[in-house]
């Protein structure tokens, strides 16, 4: 294990989760560091939750979930909120455009007692869920979030589950949001806003804004409500320098951790002020890749299904590192386990490549205009569905 030294000087302090239902200590859970890994579509399924657990850092959140389609019973939908072996606290991030659907999907986690916490999505870019009023477009319209993130609270809270948001910065540069929806969220009682520093527009274009979190934090500050940070956290000293910047009282980790799960470590290491960097060598990281596939081969049941999901993967896990001949074409056509671990075996050893690990990668898709649904600006009030609420819970 090759080690970078560095200069650091503080231990940051850990973040409270108020669980207060069975299992857990009077009070809640203590998140230290506190890391929070992103939910990610298609990566944070309970196999990769557990590699990024194993090195440390502190709440893993579940793929995003549809909140019609948890309450539908969907068989894929389910498998996706089925926590990994010790995993704790359970985490599930929660998706909807109407208050009553995430009422419902909520009673049902807490009646069936499928999550110690939930997070609620308004921060996804993507133009199908945008055309639809959905994720980063959501908050612009005031009255639909609040009442989406109050019938999350309200359903929550006799069963002991803390709620918390993600979200964007707004739109575009023309329609900010954070600052209101922010406040909203904290004044219905969210325990903490996390803070993805780009707009819906930007996708993941160019750099984030950190100071969007400096002012979210100062905005929410009476409230004693925290905020978290997120956008290019790339190695453990971007976190710190984050949390030193902004005033944030945490981190969310999303792009930085593909094909990199020792980031937490990495991260874990940063936030206790040590001052020895560890970086895998080659032969490292294909170990990492291999228990990657277990894991997944244990997770779908199948290992042609977890060997075409490993792909993706692989790629982010040899990024940087020289391979030779048509291997690296090889990977990307793996089909067992047997076939993998022959491929791994033909790699040379070589020191962790610093500046291309520790480089952006994953989506880096350019600024665009952000679909929306017919006349969505044109009135941020407008929101004809708060009665659907009082109508689902009997009068």
Known sequence: ???????????????????????????????????????????????????????GAGLFVSEMITARALTERNVETLRMIVPGKGESP????????????????????????????????????VPKVTRNGGGAALPYKRNLFAAIVEAAVNTAKPFGIPVTVKMRVGIDDEHKTYLEAGMSAAQIGVVWVALHART????????????????????????????????????????????????CAGIVVGRGCLGRPWLFADLVRAFNGESERPLPSLFEVREVLFRHAELLTEYFGSEDRACRDLRKHTAWYLKGFRVEGDLRARFGMVSSLVELRYLLDQLVDAPYPEAIGDAPRGRTSRSRSVSLPQGWLNDPDEFAEVSEVNAGSGG
């Open 90 to 125: 359970r985490s599930v991030q929660l998706y909807s455009t109407k208050p009553l659907d995430i009422k419902n999907a909520v009673q049902m986690i807490g009646d069936e007692n499928l999550a110690d916490h939930i997070d609620l999505n308004f921060g996804c870019p």
């Open 1 to 55: 294990m090759v080690v970078n030294k560095i200069l650091l000087t503080k231990k940051i302090a850990p973040l409270h989760l108020p669980i207060s239902n069975g299992g857990f200590p009077s009070g809640g859970v203590t998140i230290d560091p506190p890391v929070v890994l992103a939910p990610m579509a298609g990566i944070t399924n309970a196999a990769f939750r557990m590699l990024c657990r194993e090195q």
């Open 200 to 247: 819906a527009a930007q996708f993941y274009e160019g750099k984030s804004d950190w100071s969007t979190i400096t002012r979210l934090v100062e905005h929410l500050a009476p409230t004693g409500v925290p905020v978290l940070g997120n956008g290019d956290i790339w190695s453990g000293n971007d976190g710190l320098a984050m949390i030193e910047e902004t005033g």
